[in-house]
């Protein structure tokens, strides 16, 4: 099992600068980055945007 100080979930732009930023504060953290796209093109795209689940407002 491989350990991390940080896991951050999402190799888009949002996620490669977070990691980024944090081993600039940090340089000793272990911070890894997951995503599930190994070739990266479609890290940051509309097309992982759309929601998986239906989201309802509820009212009492």
Known sequence: MRRCDV???????????????????APGLEVVVLERDPTYREASSGLRSRPRAECRRLTM
């Open 7 to 25: 896991l951050v979930i999402g190799g888009g732009v949002v996620g490669q600068a977070t990691a980024f930023w944090l081993l600039r504060k």
